[in-house]
């Protein structure tokens, strides 16, 4: 009989924030528990957090880029983020060729790769012609399509729009603000090594992956059409870096001490959120709730605080928003899937990218709501009369509680199981490379 052939060596990519890093690390470790070799690639602003998983590690970039991108003053600019972020990555093309370059010739390869990391994994396929990837997806937005919902930003597509339409305003929001960008980068990359120039961003980025990987269900986002096949429609892998630890005491003592709280988060990543929670801290003092807020930069907090208020620098969501009255947020797709598991009313003021799209998938669920006001907030009488609706709503109570047991269900799933088979999938190819 002949050998089973070696199972391949995992490359977990991941780039952005936590938001980007945790779902990958959760994954990363359910291939590990597998008996799977595993490297979890990512900026070296997140190799603490990873090694404290105990998964191995191999850094991208410096903290300085990670850093100069989050403070940017546009890195939350629904037109202008895109740039930013892309500059952010500027000079870290050659990172992964290296990297599987440096790596065993007979070792087999597979890699899952975070959306914007799928470039450089293209690259290191120039190295390693036989490297499976498979793209993860992990937000609805991520993905390209005309069908509903489809947002520009802020801005809803009406229904009665055809696809046509869709597929020409898709045109045009590419040439005037992503290909400019980053096509010219792409093509030098290319240039360098010896790969065909392209002419559109998305095109090329939905091309590259041998299979495709939702890291979120199908009653949070129908698969359309047009996404790229072969896809594998999977679950939110929610991960907590503190799981089973105890809330901190004074948490405790402040939940106990009244009524369930308002959580109020801009994201673990937003650096400029002053306005933002100022105009929260407001809305909830209007409703007549206590808040928690949370967030990494104290700085942003204002001070000092009433008594009815506590700031937290992180607390699993996990744990805090089974005793919490709603959630006011971001919209990033990691706070968001925290909210649907608990079952808790959330009001989603978007800043950015996949944002909108999240916020319009919560609404459709009747499990929260939006509210306009971007990197300023939303306007503190309108949050509070959005909560109260959404509070004294039988209707939103119904919702949060069909999510909760959707959720529940995808628990039980074993995901591990399920990258496994779509990584180790030789039969499948995605066409045109």
Not at 93 to 116: C, K, N, Q, T, W
Not at 139 to 155: C, I, S, Y
Not at 308 to 326: I, K, Q
Not at 411 to 426: F, N, P, Q
């Amino acid at each position: 009989m002949n050998p089973e052939p070696a199972r391949p060596h995992v490359l977990v990519v991941a780039v952005g924030t936590a938001g980007d890093l945790y779902p990958l690390l959760r994954i990363a470790r359910e291939l590990i528990a597998r008996g799977r070799r595993v490297t979890l690639l990512a900026p070296l602003v997140h190799e603490a957090a990873v090694r404290r998983a105990g998964v191995p590690f191999h850094g991208l970039g410096t903290e300085e880029q990670y850093r100069a991108a989050l403070e940017h003053p546009d890195v939350w600019h629904p037109r202008k983020g895109f740039r930013v972020l892309w500059q952010g990555m500027r000079g870290n093309e050659d990172a992964l060729p290296a990297f599987v370059a440096s790596l065993p010739h007979d070792e087999p390869l597979a890699m899952l790769a975070h959306p914007l990391a799928l470039l450089g994994a293209a690259l290191a396929r120039t190295r390693r012609p036989d490297l499976r990837i498979v793209a993860a997806w992990l937000a609805p937005a991520n993905l390209r399509t005309v069908h509903d919902p489809m947002t520009f930003g802020p801005l809803p597509m009406p229904r009665r729009v055809p696809p046509a339409w869709r597929h020409w305003l898709w045109r045009r929001v590419d040439a005037r603000l992503i290909d400019p960008v980053a096509v010219p980068d792409i093509n030098a990359a290319h240039a360098r090594y010896g790969l065909p120039p392209v002419s559109h961003f998305i095109d090329r980025l939905q091309s590259i992956a041998d299979a495709n990987l939702t890291l979120f269900p199908t009653w949070f986002a129908p698969t359309p059409p047009d996404w790229p096949r072969p896809l594998a429609e999977g679950a939110f892998p929610l991960y907590d870096p503190q799981a089973g630890a105890a809330l901190p005491e004074a948490l405790e003592q402040f939940l106990r001490a009244g009524e369930t709280p308002v959580i109020l988060t801009p994201g673990s990543g937003n650096r400029q959120a002053r306005q933002w929670l100022e105009r929260a801290l407001d809305g909830a003092r209007r409703l007549g709730r206590r808040a928690v807020v949370l967030t990494p930069h104290r700085e942003q907090v204002p001070a000092p605080l009433p008594a009815d208020v506590l700031w937290l620098p992180y607390v699993p969501l996990a744990a805090l928003l089974p005793r919490a009255a709603a959630l006011v947020h971001h919209g990033g797709i990691g706070t968001t899937a925290e909210a649907l598991r608990a079952g808790v009313p959330q009001v989603i003021v978007p800043l950015a990218y996949d944002q909108f799209d999240n916020a319009a998938r919560v609404t459709a669920l009747r499990a929260g709501a939006r509210e306009s006001g971007g990197t300023a907030g939303a306007r503190p009488r309108a949050l509070a009369r959005t909560l109260r609706r959404l509070l004294d709503s039988a209707e939103v109570r119904a919702g949060c509680a069909r999510a909760a047991a959707l959720a529940a269900a995808d628990a039980t799933r074993d995901l591990g199981a399920e990258v496994e088979r779509v990584l180790d999938e030789r039969s499948v190819t995605a066409g045109s490379r």
